[in-house]
């Protein structure tokens, strides 16, 4: 979708603001003039809440100092509509925190897709709340690993902790590959926006304990995964990402459990390359989601 | 599936009880020395409530009285087995009651279906809350039509009237083809097993009233929609078939609620042909769905 | 997606050519000095053919003479970037000719969706090459229809009548609704990109006739329809939309094709309604589709 | 689906044979007497070849030597229909070797499910014709490697040196996971009904090299893989399992690369939990692939 030639460097630069004419106009002209090519933009216009988003691929002559340069640019254009906005070098990975409890299947996965280069990532460390034998089996390939108990008594002090991983390593993106605790609403609010969750959906929904057993009872014939940004209220931040798989009566619990895994880790892999690509932009209780 | 000489008749026997050793060997015995031959059989061990259901289909040589004939044998071994079960002659189509309101896609689309011979039902009746004039521009092709208005005042004069037709036609199903009024408890009983129902499915679920729109402002990435036996428990009956559609943030509810109406159709008309198939058996609050 | 107020009108721009910096710029100021407000644009860089494709939705007070003062205008700026270019003001319907031959689940569809108002097609004529007779149970509602027989002898001529038709009806779109004869080169050219075809698919594909019989000797398990727009290439112009459905071994060859129709009906409806709402581009052997 | 009580052993039964009357009679009268109950079982009538697919599970106390007894009972049966079977212990894992060459995804993926248990499978060995550096990052979990290189000029001995391994391995199914070597008629036909491929598969197919930048110059919508039994004609062998992925003109053929890796591991895992859970049998190009 980019040009790649060696002396080229490719932004993505995403923006919210109150509708208007001339956004894009103002956008691409300014672009223009600083000589950048614009190899790929969608935008749209959510006319219930007067709002506009954009995204917008571009590539520019590398040069030192060029991020900065551009920021201050965009930054005096952005302050003129009142934007929202995000400035990302391509070249530079993400920085992502991993948090993982029993289940390693998301962990595996991503660890996979970040290995072969196919999702732009560099993990700067993975928590779990329990201990490195537990996952004996899965080669964390040098990053760095946290064990970090959790109680009710101690939650407080462990999210802290958290939080300081989160600040020393320069955390971008926060993802809980199937971390079974709840985040406080103070955690949750400091993550906001760059905090991804997986958990299991079903048609109907559940509440309560064992959703896999809840929909076996229940006999639904699709069971789903929904990867969404965490806020303080639990399994109901703004959705990234869902898809579903076909079950029947023939499938015990156990085998819900096993095709929702497969679910799981794909709906959660398409979600953190979205979130790293910038395709997510926040929209109050939910997302503009680019495609492509 | 079956064989088709001229000479022979098909049918489709269905029965659970509780499990124990032998049950095949009964069925499949007793069909052998009927001089049947079984074309397609499955069954189901739910062994969580130690039940066993069957579905058989079996052809035989055609003859008077072969019916009742075969109601007489299968009975005495029912009777053994304390089998729940069915017996139905694949020659002659389900007789169906059509209710529906304002939307007609789903009506439209079953009789479509039923027109080109690819659905096994004879439509009995047309009933509709709204007068004739609202669907003048479809061709009812001749099914008598009931216009049977109601207000909460009529309900229940409105439910009898539905229940009298439903036994002077000789219903064997009633579907709820967007037949937008709440059965009361009693008709719902009266109906168990029998009358299929379709409404919209979301990850996650909604409440309450528009819920097109709730799952616009959710920002839901797949939108459903489920087909169920009616219960005295709205929307929430043993659920026959569902499916899914992906959709995006650029969707207004406009949009989902013509995908919707896409959706909808076709997860009806899937269920009325399992259900006319045979292939739904009720297993308490859900059911056994035999595929193929 | 648009602001619906009496007094403003919306246009769909569509445009490719070749890429350089500043398209964006020079349409997106354009079109802010013209006083458009866009409410949806979505673009694309071929970067292998090094062409740029563009849609633009725009809306803008509406005048007397304005479609003419927008196309002059957008004329001389399509002239500065050699492109091809499309403007369609939304109020307006596509003129639409449907072709049919034995099966008219297509067609059904087809004016299904556009009676209730969900396609923005003004179908302007229904050509067979069957006698009325053969549908005599669709209600064409008032549609001309044009009963047009063909032999190898007498194609040239019949195919002439089509063109015919299509000029003086002011035909936009021809649609194939499983009309079962080839046309020729000299019409399929004429007609480029603005006649649409559905046809039956399969992983692997297959030559010949009766496709879903082979399908069954195969043991796929999957079938699928593309429709796509026609050329001299049979059955292989550029691909409009593809969709697939799972099947088993205990499907008939009668079974795929019941599966199929419901296929080849969503497919083709989905095209004809991206093909309307200006969402397909053709760009060489294939066509760029700008999803919402 | 079975009874898991310390003193029971399940069993899997495949059959087929010439279709008559009294097969599920004869088979379900025996199980009894011989004290088994059947937990789950299901037919086919393939009525255009005149034959008839069983595949039933049943438990039955455990006791020395019983395998060896259901044989020679079974054994008794089976001739005097004419059957083909086999007979599966449900405690004993299949022995699988693993065929790969350059590409990892599908390796990683059966062995992070045969690590978790989720697989029947038991891995006797690992092929490739690459060194073992090459997969230096994964961990074999002491799985033995055999490093087979290959040309031309030594394909035969190498070949050799495969089936070799099979027999002194006792390998009872092999699984090509992204091996991109043909096998010789002579070894296909050796391993027939027991070696499965992964192969990508696109509507329409494609001939030749780097079929997924061709499905990219073609802007197919969907792109699939299909796992099959592997015979002398190349990819073309009875299909187990297909699935499918909906891409748009602005994937790459990286893209195309990568999201079709996805789909090529699912499709076989599921391919290979098909295979050792005994439900595809074969039936001349195709296959018999009873579902849950």
């Known amino acids: 979708m980019t040009r790649d030639t060696p002396a080229r460097s490719t932004f993505i630069l995403t923006l919210d603001c109150p509708n208007r004419p001339g956004i894009v106009a103002g956008i691409s002209t300014r672009l223009f003039e600083l000589g950048a090519n614009i190899a790929d933009a969608q935008q749209y216009d959510d006319t219930g809440q007067d709002r506009f988003f954009m995204r917008v691929v571009f590539d520019i002559a590398a040069a030192d100092g060029l991020a900065g340069r551009l920021e201050a640019e965009i930054g005096a254009l952005a302050a003129q509509f009142a934007m929202r906005w995000t400035l990302s070098d391509t070249a530079r990975p993400a920085r992502v925190l991993l948090l993982v409890s029993k289940f390693d299947h998301c962990l595996v996965d991503l660890l996979y897709r970040w290995r072969i280069g196919e999702l732009a990532i560099a993990p700067v460390g993975i928590v779990s709340n329990h201990p ?142 979205i979130h790293v690509e910038r395709r997510a932009l926040p929209n109050g209780r939910k997302t503009v989601v680019f495609g492509h």
């Not at 964390?140 to 064990?147: A, Q």
């Not at 802290?160 to 993106?173: A, K, P, Y």
């Not at 079903?202 to 990867?227: D, N, W």
């Open 132 to 273: 490195r034998t537990l996952h004996a089996d899965v080669d964390f390939h040098g990053i760095p690993f946290h064990h970090l108990p959790v109680t009710p008594q101690t939650r407080a002090a462990q999210e802290e902790e958290i939080w300081q991983l989160v600040q020393s390593t320069g955390t971008e993106l926060v993802v809980l590959a199937r971390y079974m605790q709840i985040l406080s609403d103070g955690l949750a609010r400091k993550l906001a926006g760059r905090c991804i969750n997986i958990h299991h959906s079903f048609l109907p929904g559940f509440k309560g304990a064992r959703p896999y057993h809840q929909a076996f009872e229940r006999g639904v014939k699709l069971i789903g995964a929904t990867a969404h940004y965490v806020t303080g209220d639990l399994d109901e931040g703004p959705i990234i990402e869902q898809d579903v798989e076909r079950i029947s009566h023939a499938d015990t619990p156990e085998d819900l459990i096993r095709k929702g895994r497969d679910i799981e880790r794909r709906v959660l892999a398409r979600a953190v390359r």
